[in-house]
Structure formats: structure tokens, C-alpha cells
């Protein structure tokens, strides 16, 4: 063996030379290819390899000639052949381009491979990508994780209101679908902090790119009126997006839905104080329960001012109505057997009235990136229900709310070195009342005259917020340290009165008011070190050192607490690839709170109609221990996905919650007892497309456990809950003419309190979709849902729901006749338990209904 080079020249019959065809250098009775190479324009050749035996054959191969060899000493310097030409006749072969294709970190679905005659929307197709899960409530995740980021060509114009864009972009304007693993947003971060989650990008096709699309549906049926309309301007271009919606429905679809923000929301959240006593929603489509008439206006605009510098303008309105009824029953066992019941039949109103308006600025690029983040949102919202139990009796609550917030931040690197200032401030007001009529808890207000007939809570909330940081980090070699060192104050003011009668008269007695003021102040050290193990793989340390003042006011018992808190959180985590198809995630946690200012009163507050309130001042505090794992699975040459979690969750607190009842009336209070409680969660989900099949099949577990105690009519009982889960689904096409939608959940709950063991609940789903096509723009739609409760009292434990549909398809008009609730199913039970109580009710359902609807293109 040694180094040699071998020349030669390739000719045709009439000696020209032949360029492009390829030779290669085989050793002797072997397929085995040594070296190989491609004639020159004057025919000639050069074969060099290290490794050359005594005796090699070459041979030329092109498509025009003959094939031909010469076995020859390996030594010999020049080697010409002379070959025939011939013709070959290609044979016809069709190219089909992957359903999922993988460059770098990012995946490629192909909306094309998906789509099929029944999907409108691109949410239609997000649904059936195996990797991809899209909730009931709109929200992706990819491999069981929500995801960070939701794009359109690049651009995050939404801000965490995906919902929009997958609900009223056509399927048919987009091309390509992709999950940016291990996406950082912020370039200056990149390569230093890995993101858990995934992002999602929708790539438009280059004919909808600048663009603009107009559509409008008008939709009418009966009964009684039923209308379904909706108005949605889109424009994306490489410098500007916009998308305005406008839709008014009352059919039952919760269009409202559109507007939930998955990311990006505010730090300062108002307080649920008040509720009124009104229907859980049902386990069931929403068509068929709920009774509503919602208008939505929706205007989003994106433009990139200059290279890397863009300004986001979001502005959302809701107007949403929505009644519901049922009869339900709680029965609450206390002790030595005893049960109470209540038996309540349940009338309500709810009116939504929300406006919000986000506007953000934002500089990103490889060296600085810079961020303001302005939101302003308000509401005025009134919830009214009746409940029927051994009286009538009435409740109206009005929670109108302003907030207001800003978010700065800004992150500057030169070298290997960086540094980060923000902040946030934010402010909040919320005023809250709850009218009952008549008073119930007579024995408990002495002092309210036996003639009023009706009590009113007020709660007034305020909530200042403001913090500054500053942060810096350094890099060397695969090692990185940051530090960030933050300090921030909070200003809390609860305010909280009853009032009996019309002319609202004051409800004298200490313990029914509440004026608290809370003020937080402090500073949090965090230190961070990473070690980069691979180009996406570190495991990392997280050390953050809270200092809490925190400064109790109660100026109605004129109290006072001042004191210093100690809040130690560390995080320890890995994020490695094993492969290229599997990656390993690995995370332990350790998270050191206290009590909010929502315990901090400690008179009485009416929070329903049958239930007060109170906490007795002692500070509660917890601590949980969680870790986590996952591995997750993809190949996307057989489209193969999988995802295996695990959590497990050791949490301690020094406080329980006591509730004594007195017959359907109870009071809760919170005493000082120090418990713990664990819980174990198991994920699995798998997604796959069986070409073989023309199939798209997903499936879904989990089990879930939990040990922990509760307290009630000041007796603590152990509890233990056991339940697990199955969801497979499937979407196949049977040909060009039939397309079949398949999916079931299968649930089995357990339960045991006081060592006693609830009987356990089976709860079976199956939803079933049939899309007959027989002409290219005909398409019928039939669907069946079924729903078993295993615990449910009556002979029926079994709800059946019949729809139909007509669609026909012009060249810019969809006609749709819609049949919903076909077998005009007009009640729906469920049973469910939890602790100590178990719970029965009985939905009111939409009536069979008939809807035309018209969607066409203007523009």
C-alpha cells in the first residue's frame, strides 16, 4: 500500500472528449470505492489515494455511455478509454418533499403535507403536527412544554395573544410551520442562556408576503336569532405587520378565547375577593352549554422603524355576555358520618366590558438590545346571578378595575463581558362589591335590624409596585458567571366595610371592617454560574438571597408588625443533548415564600352569599422542593416524537384552612399548623404520521398523586388522591373522499380522606368526525361526542350530541349550514369529588340549532 496517482483520458468512438462522466478506483473483485473523480472538459482525469493496492480497476459511468472497466497495475501512469455512446430513457419518478425536515435547531413542518379540505385556519393544522399540542384553551406546547414565543415571519407582532393569528390566518397563506429549538430572543444572550421552550415561526408563502387579505363571514340561524360575524384584515410584509379583527358571535363559540394572553402578561394581577355562587363550566363543548353574546375588536400593528429596531401597538376590546344555569349538589361529609348538603339551583349573569392596550419598543441586535413594555388595561365587569334553595336569593357583584404597568430593559455586551439594567413599575386600584339579598347570616350580625333585607360588601384594593435592577455577567471559555442585584418595594392598601339596607347604612363591629396596609421593601442578591458542556447543552446554579422588610398595618385593631425576612431560593439545572434526537432536561428547585397581603385581614369578609371569611394575623409561610426531569424524543425523518416527565413536589406550610359550616352557611378561618404535602406528576405524549396509513396519531398520558392534609369543623384528616389519564387520537384520510377525526380521553380518579376510600370515578370521551367529500367543493360534516361518568346517580350515565354540516366552496365564498345539538340534547350531568365534599350538577343546554354562514374575500 502507498500513495499513488492515477491519469487517464475518456473518449468516444470518434476520439472526442467526453466531460462529466465519473470514474472510480475499485481494488480488484471489489465494489469497494477507493477514490473517484469527474473528466475535465478535454476528457481527462486524476485519481489520488493514500491507500492503493498492487492491482486496481477503474471505471467510467455517465449517462450517455456505455459502461466500461480495465483492470490495471496500480503503478501504470496513464490509463484512456474509448467508450460507445447510447441514449437512456429516463423513467417517470415523482419527488415528494418531507412532512418535517431538520436544519440546525429548527424544525420544518410542511403545511402543505396536512392540510387537507376540512382545515380553514393554520390552528386547523397546528393541531394535528405530531410534537405539537394546541389546549382547549388555544395554548402550544411543543413536547408537553408551552412555548416561548409565538412569530410570524420572524416578528412577534401579538405578544402572547397567539390566538389570533391561529384562529384567522388562512392555512393556505402559510408554507412552513417551524419549532426554533433552544431560541433565545435576546441576541446578546445567545449562546449563553438556553431557553427551556421552544419558539414557534410561521413562514408565509412569498405570494402572501405584502399582501393584504380582507375576509368577512355573516352568519344568522335559529333559534332563537343566532348570529355569527366576523371582519379580519390581515398585512405581513418584511417591515410591517398588521392584523385587524372584529368578530360578534352568540352561537356558543368562545371567541373570547382568542384574547388570552400565554405570555407577556402583567406582573400585578388583581385579587379574586368576591364571587358569586354560579355554574362550574361543563366538561362538554362549549356549543353545547354556553349561552353567550360576545363582541371582540382586536387591532395589532408591527413596524420595524429601522434595522433591528421595531414598535408593537396592541389595543383589545371585549364585550361578552354570558348566562348560564344548573342544579347542583354538595354533600360534605363532617365528622362521625355526618353529611351536609347543599342543594342549590343556580341562575347567572356575567358581563364582561374589558379594554386593554399594549404598546412595546424594542432594539435587538447582536451587541445591545432595549425594551419598553407599556401596558395599560381596564374593565367594568358585573356578574349577577339568583340561587334557589329554601329561599330565592339574589347576588350582584361589580369589579371594575384600572392598571397600569411599564417594563424597562436593557442588556449591553462588548467582548465577553455584559451588563443589564431595568425596571418595573406598576400600579393597580380595584373596587369591588358583592350584594346579597336577603341576609342569611342573621345570627352572626346582631346588630343589623331584622328589617333590612339585603348586605353589601365593599372592598377597595390599591397595589403600588416598583423595582430597579442591575445585573452583570462574564464569559471565558465554556464558563459563564452572572450576578444580578435587585431592589423593590410594594405598597398594598385593603379597604373593607359591610353596608345593610338601601340607604347602605355601616355595619359597626370590628371584626366586619378590615383597613390594611402592607409595605414591602427590600433587596435580592442572585448569582448564576454555567458551564457549557456542547453548543446546546450546560448545566447551571442559580443562588438568589431575598432581604424582605415587610411592615403589617391593621388600623382598625391598631396593630402593627415589623420584620425582617431571609427568602433563600436556589435552582440547580442541566439541559443536555444526548443525541441528536434526544435531549435530556433536569431541574431541582428550592422556593422559600410568605403570605400574600390577601391574608393579611383579619375581619370578616362575605366573599359569596353563604360563606365569610377571615385569617387570625399569624403570617403564613411554605417552602416547596420540586424536581423535575424530561426526555424528550424526535426524529423527524419517520416524524417520530416523544416526551417522558417527571415532578415531584415536596411542599410545607405553617398554616391550615378551617371552614365550619352551619348549615349551607360556613366561616373560614386560617389556624397555625405546620404540614406538608407531596405530589408526584408523570407525563407522557407521543405523535407520529403513518404515511403508510395517511394518518396522523397522537396519544397522551399521565398519573398524578397527592398526600397531603385538610381541615374541616376543626378536625385534620389525611388526604390521598390517585388518578390517571389516557388520550389517544387519530386523523386519517380514506382516500380523496372521506376524511376521519378520532380522539377519546379515558380518566380514573381516586380518592381517600380519614382513611376512607371514595368509590372511584371513571370518565370516558370519545369525539367522532366524518368529512364525506364527494366533489372537490362539496364537503359534508357529521360528529358525534360522548360522555360516561361511572358515578353519576341517574339510569343516564351516558350524554350523546349529535352535529351536521353542509359546506360549499366558490372561488371566494365559502357557504356553511351548520346542525348543531342534532339530537337535541337538552341536559348534561356530571359527578365529581374533592377532600370531603362531592359534587353533582345538572347543565341547561343550548337547544337544537340551524346556522347559515357566508365567508368570502373582499380583498
Avoid: C
Wanted: proline content about 3%; glycine content about 6%; charged content about 20%.
Amino acid at each position: 500500500m502507498a500513495q499513488k496517482e492515477i491519469k487517464g483520458r475518456v473518449l468516444n468512438s470518434e476520439q472526442e472528449p467526453l466531460a462529466a462522466v465519473t470514474v472510480t478506483l475499485h481494488p480488484v473483485g471489489s465494489q469497494s470505492i477507493l477514490t473517484y473523480a469527474m473528466t475535465a472538459g478535454d476528457g481527462t482525469f486524476t485519481l489520488k489515494s493514500n491507500n492503493v493496492p498492487d492491482s486496481v480497476t477503474v471505471s467510467v459511468r455517465a449517462m450517455t455511455i456505455e459502461s466500461q472497466s480495465k483492470s490495471i497495475k496500480s503503478d501504470v501512469g496513464f490509463v484512456e478509454f474509448v467508450v460507445k455512446e447510447k441514449t437512456t430513457e429516463l423513467k417517470e419518478i415523482i419527488v415528494q418533499a418531507p412532512k418535517i425536515r431538520q436544519t440546525g435547531d429548527t424544525l420544518n413542518y410542511s403545511v402543505s403535507s396536512f392540510l387537507d379540505e376540512t382545515d380553514r385556519s393554520i390552528g386547523d393544522v397546528l393541531k394535528k403536527l405530531p410534537g405539537i399540542q394546541v389546549l382547549s384553551s388555544g395554548q402550544i406546547l411543543y413536547q408537553n412544554k408551552e412555548i416561548s414565543k409565538f412569530y410570524v415571519e420572524g416578528l412577534d407582532l401579538l405578544q402572547g395573544k397567539y390566538g389570533i393569528a391561529t384562529n384567522n390566518i388562512d392555512a393556505k397563506q402559510v408554507a412552513t410551520v417551524q419549532v426554533l429549538e433552544n431560541h433565545q430572543p435576546i441576541k446578546v444572550l445567545s449562546g449563553v442562556e438556553i431557553p427551556d421552550n421552544a419558539a414557534i415561526n410561521l413562514k408565509l408563502k412569498q405570494s402572501s408576503l405584502g399582501a393584504f387579505f380582507l375576509t368577512a363571514q355573516a352568519g344568522a340561524g335559529l333559534p332563537p336569532i343566532l348570529l355569527s360575524n366576523e371582519l379580519v384584515g390581515i398585512r405581513f410584509t418584511r417591515n410591517q405587520q398588521n392584523m385587524l379583527v372584529y368578530k360578534g358571535d352568540n352561537t356558543g363559540r368562545d371567541i373570547a378565547r382568542e384574547l388570552i394572553s400565554f405570555y407577556n402578561n402583567m406582573r400585578s394581577s388583581s385579587s379574586q375577593f368576591l364571587s358569586v355562587q354560579a355554574p362550574a363550566p361543563p366538561p362538554i363543548r362549549e356549543q353545547h352549554y354556553l349561552f353567550n353574546d360576545a363582541h371582540l375588536f382586536s387591532l395589532n400593528d408591527l413596524r420595524i422603524l429601522k434595522k433591528d429596531l421595531t414598535l408593537t401597538g396592541n389595543v383589545n376590546y371585549l364585550h361578552d355576555t354570558q348566562k348560564s344555569n344548573s342544579f347542583s349538589r354538595r354533600d360534605i361529609s363532617i365528622d362521625q358520618g355526618q353529611t351536609i348538603q347543599i342543594v342549590e339551583d343556580l341562575n347567572s349573569r356575567l358581563t364582561k366590558r374589558e379594554l386593554e392596550g399594549n404598546f412595546t419598543l424594542e432594539g435587538n441586535t447582536e451587541k445591545h438590545f432595549l425594551e419598553n413594555k407599556l401596558r395599560i388595561a381596564s374593565d367594568w365587569n358585573r356578574h349577577t346571578g339568583d340561587v334557589e334553595t329554601s329561599q330565592r336569593i339574589s347576588q350582584q357583584l361589580y369589579k371594575p378595575s384600572f392598571q397600569i404597568e411599564n417594563d424597562f430593559s436593557f442588556i449591553r455586551r462588548s467582548g465577553n463581558k455584559r451588563f443589564r439594567i431595568g425596571s418595573n413599575i406598576s400600579y393597580l386600584q380595584q373596587n369591588s362589591s358583592l350584594l346579597v339579598s336577603p341576609i342569611l347570616f342573621n345570627d352572626f350580625f346582631t346588630t343589623v335590624s331584622p328589617d333590612d333585607t339585603q348586605i353589601k360588601q365593599n372592598i377597595l384594593f390599591n397595589h403600588f409596585n416598583a423595582n430597579f435592577y442591575f445585573s452583570g455577567g462574564k464569559e471565558k471559555d465554556r464558563l459563564a458567571a452572572d450576578y444580578r442585584i435587585e431592589a423593590f418595594t410594594g405598597i398594598y392598601d385593603v379597604n373593607s366595610e359591610m353596608f345593610t339596607g338601601k340607604s347602605e347604612t355601616p355595619i359597626r363591629g370590628d371584626s366586619l371592617q378590615n383597613k390594611i396596609k402592607r409595605n414591602e421593601a427590600g433587596v435580592e442578591f442572585m448569582g448564576t454560574m454555567s458551564y457549557r458542556i456542547g453548543n446546546n447543552s450546560r448545566v447551571y446554579i442559580v443562588v438568589p438571597l431575598k432581604i424582605l422588610y415587610l411592615d403589617r398595618q391593621d388600623k382598625i385593631r391598631n396593630s402593627r408588625e415589623n420584620k425582617g425576612h431571609f427568602l433563600f431560593s436556589p435552582r440547580l439545572g442541566l439541559q443536555y443533548p444526548i443525541n441528536v434526537r434526544t435531549k435530556f432536561l433536569s431541574s431541582l428547585s428550592v422556593a422559600n415564600n410568605i403570605g400574600l397581603v390577601s391574608e393579611d385581614y383579619r375581619g370578616y369578609i362575605m366573599n359569596t352569599y353563604r360563606s365569610l371569611i377571615r385569617n387570625d394575623g399569624v403570617l403564613s409561610k411554605n417552602r416547596n422542593i420540586e424536581s423535575y426531569t424530561s426526555i424528550d424524543y424526535k426524529n423527524p425523518f419517520s416524524t417520530l416524537f416523544a416526551t417522558l416527565s417527571f415532578s415531584y413536589s415536596n411542599f410545607w406550610k405553617n398554616m391550615l384552612y378551617d371552614v365550619r359550616y352551619n348549615g349551607i352557611l360556613n366561616h373560614s378561618t386560617s389556624i397555625e399548623h405546620p404540614n406538608n404535602s407531596h405530589s408526584l406528576d408523570v407525563n407522557f405524549s407521543l405523535g407520529q404520521s403513518i404515511n403508510a396509513i395517511n394518518s396522523e396519531v397522537k396519544f397522551f398520558a399521565r398519573y398524578y398523586r397527592n398526600n397531603s392534609l385538610v381541615l374541616n369543623q376543626g378536625i385534620i384528616s389525611d388526604f390521598f388522591s390517585n388518578s390517571y389519564s389516557l388520550s389517544p387520537s387519530i386523523n386519517t384520510n380514506l382516500g380523496q373522499y372521506v376524511i376521519v377525526n378520532y380522539n377519546a380521553s379515558y380518566s380514573n380518579n381516586r380518592n381517600t380522606v380519614r382513611k376512607k376510600k371514595m368509590p372511584e370515578i371513571h370518565n370516558f370521551t370519545q369525539a367522532l368526525t366524518t368529512s364525506f367529500i364527494p366533489l372537490k367543493k362539496l364537503i359534508f360534516n357529521i360528529s358525534f361526542n360522548h360522555y360516561y361518568n361511572s358515578l353519576i346517580e341517574s339510569e343516564v350515565r351516558s350524554s350523546w350530541f349529535g352535529n351536521a354540516g353542509i359546506k360549499y366552496k366558490f372561488k371566494n365564498v365559502d357557504l356553511m349550514l351548520d346542525w348543531t345539538n342534532v339530537f337535541n340534547t337538552n341536559r348534561f350531568i356530571t359527578y365529581s369529588y374533592s377532600d370531603i365534599s362531592s359534587y353533582s350538577s345538572e347543565y341547561n343546554l343550548r337547544p337544537s340549532e340551524i346556522l347559515l354562514r357566508i365567508r368570502f374575500k373582499i380583498l
